[in-house]
């Protein structure tokens, strides 16, 4: 078989990149190792970036994410019993929408299969042959035949635990690491949220977050140990400790109701260098994790796509390459500030084991500053509704 651009992965981020090929009149087939319903199903990420929506969008993606994505106008931050917000739209304008990952995934395949697009399902990819020539060759099985599918570019877009960052060489390869001493046990409850906001609780027992999935399903987090089995948590203490780190004085309580849906993600900063390798290109999670935190997985993912579309129709309309060239580049200067607030905000929200008093109090001093200067609340809106994809 042959296409002009095959994708590895059937993520948002190698979705995305089918749209917006094929919007372009550019063929791509895209080889995913689980099945359908999998894919669309997972539970994953929940806040999209004023930038990842206008995206979305323009490719007219609008339809149900304008129905049913709620937009954010503030954080609410709470320490020391209060409540402090900061509110995007007073300082910069820029907003965040709620709109679940797997509402994108959703769209986006749908989007897809309309218009008759390949993806291949429990098509896993073994290996990808000729990177440095000018035709690669992904070799993936279905159906437990073994198959080549020949291209003229890759998108590695299968995500940490994928194949793809495994074919650039291992001399060639620089990772980042960073593994957190905690996690959080995520949960969706059958509950209103109490607030319309996402509210963060940075308390001394630990970080919490109430966010939201629809008007009535709340989504929330607990920090608890990396390895916690969510079976040790039982529905009371999980409301108790939901209590403890988010309620405050004069804002209404955590809002309980039936917990339908519990589990523990670990935390983890990463980056691989280069992000392309001859005719490899690494987007999304195949080349960097960030700790939920910020809320930028998701976002970065679809951030490489915006670029790497560009440059694959810059390359095929025009026959320029220079945005191909420089792929790498241009989103790893973006990805290492999306890594620094990502970190940055991990550490100053979240309790550390065996840190001592004068660490938690900068920490405070952290959380004081950036909620109650101006160049705080400034610098904290601009990162958190999403930096520009080209400088
Ligand atoms: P993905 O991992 O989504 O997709 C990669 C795809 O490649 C998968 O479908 C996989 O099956 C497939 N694949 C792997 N190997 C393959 C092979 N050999 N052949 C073919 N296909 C292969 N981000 C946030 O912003 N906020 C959050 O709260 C948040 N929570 C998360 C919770 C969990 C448990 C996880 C794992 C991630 C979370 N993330 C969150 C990050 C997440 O949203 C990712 O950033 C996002 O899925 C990245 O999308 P992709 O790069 O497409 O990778
Ligand atoms: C989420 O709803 O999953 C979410 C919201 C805000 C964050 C991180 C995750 O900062």
Redesign the pocket.
């Known amino acids: 078989m042959r296409t002009q651009v095959a994708i590895?992965?059937?993520?948002?981020?190698?979705l995305m990149l089918s749209h917006m090929l094929h919007r372009a009149g550019i063929e791509s087939v895209v080889?995913?190792?689980?099945p359908r319903e999998h894919?669309r199903t997972?539970l994953?990420?929940?806040?999209l970036e004023q930038g990842a929506i206008e995206m979305l969008r323009e490719c007219g993606l609008g339809g149900r994410l304008d129905r049913l994505a709620l937009k954010q106008r503030a954080l609410d931050f709470r320490f020391g019993n209060r409540s402090r917000r900061i509110d995007f739209d007073a300082e910069i304008g820029r907003n965040v929408w709620v709109y679940p990952?797997h509402e994108v995934v959703t769209d986006l395949m749908q989007a897809r299969e309309e218009a008759g697009g390949a993806i291949l399902y429990e098509?896993?990819?073994?290996r990808i042959e000729d990177l440095d020539g000018s035709r690669p060759v992904v070799v993936?099985e279905e159906a437990g035949q073994t198959r080549r599918l020949a291209c003229d570019y890759v998108a590695g877009?299968?995500?940490?635990?994928?194949?793809s960052r495994s074919f650039i060489p291992e001399d060639r390869l620089r990772v980042f690491d960073r593994i957190y001493p905690f996690g959080w046990l995520?949960i969706l409850a059958d509950a209103p949220a109490a607030t319309n906001e996402i509210v963060w609780g940075c308390h001394e027992e630990g970080f919490a977050m109430q966010s939201i999935r629809t008007p009535a399903v709340t989504r929330l987090y607990l920090q608890c140990d990396p390895d916690e089995d969510p079976d040790n948590w039982s529905d009371d203490r999980i409301w108790s400790e939901l209590h403890k780190r988010l309620d405050v004085d004069g804002m209404p309580p955590v809002n309980e109701g039936t917990i339908t849906q519990k589990?523990v993600?670990a935390m983890r900063s990463f980056l691989a260098e280069p992000m392309q390798w001859g005719r490899l290109f690494l987007?999304?999670?195949?080349a960097h994790i960030v700790p939920?935190t910020g809320?930028?997985?998701?976002?970065?993912?679809l951030a490489d796509i915006k670029v790497l579309a560009r440059a694959l129709v810059e390359h095929y309309a025009d026959g320029r390459d220079e945005r191909l060239a420089t792929y790498s580049d241009t989103c790893l200067r973006r990805m290492w500030l999306v890594q620094r607030f990502s970190a940055g905000l991990c550490t100053m929200t979240h309790q550390f084991p065996g840190q001592n008093p004068f660490e938690r109090r900068l920490q405070r001093a952290d959380l004081e500053y950036m909620t109650g200067s101006r160049p705080g609340r400034l610098e904290f809106s601009e990162n958190f509704t999403g930096l520009p994809v080209e400088a």
């Open positions: 590895v992965g059937a993520g948002p981020a190698g080889l995913e190792r689980a894919v997972r994953r990420a929940g806040v990952q098509a896993p990819v073994q993936y877009c299968d995500g940490f635990r994928g194949v995520g589990a993600t987007a999304g999670d195949a939920p809320a930028k997985g998701l976002n970065s993912a």
